[in-house]
Nanobody, 125 residues
Framework: QVHLAESGGGMVRAGGSLRLSCAASGSTFSAYAVGWFRQAPGEEREFVAAVNWAGSGSSPNYADSVNGRFTISRDNAKNTVYLQMNRLKPEDTAVYYC????????????????WGQGTRVTVSS
């Protein structure tokens, strides 16, 4: 069982930066892949980025829309995954969710078993 809690959302102007955090409970967190998804009003939840379990050695995955602007990382000692968001755009406005699944990343919401409550990001033009 994994419990997730996001933080770090807020309002920022276009071109600015935010860092989201996803704090997890559970002693086996390092064995879980963690993904970030977002959902804008009236839209479906979409994949943003994901990182494999701690020992995989593989590179993170990113959606094309955020590649080069967002960076996902994990600190297993703190049971936390971060999403550093730079050069934000108004179209990045959404509620951002972190999610966890065993071992390897997925890019679909249905791939993930555990979800946080979400944190809202608003980017003004």
């Amino acid at each position: 069982q994994v419990h997730l809690a996001e933080s770090g959302g807020g309002m920022v102007r276009a071109g600015g930066s935010l860092r989201l955090s996803c704090a997890a409970s559970g002693s086996t967190f390092s064995a879980y892949a963690v993904g970030w998804f977002r959902q804008a009003p009236g839209e479906e939840r979409e994949f943003v980025a994901a990182v494999n379990w701690a020992g995989s050695g593989s590179s993170p995955n990113y959606a094309d829309s955020v590649n080069g602007r967002f960076t996902i990382s994990r600190d297993n000692a703190k049971n936390t995954v971060y999403l550093q968001m730079n050069r934000l755009k108004p179209e990045d406005t959404a509620v951002y969710y972190c999610a966890a699944k065993w071992l390897r990343v997925g890019v679909r919401p249905q791939d993930y078993n555990y979800w946080g409550q979400g944190t809202r990001v608003t980017v003004s033009s």
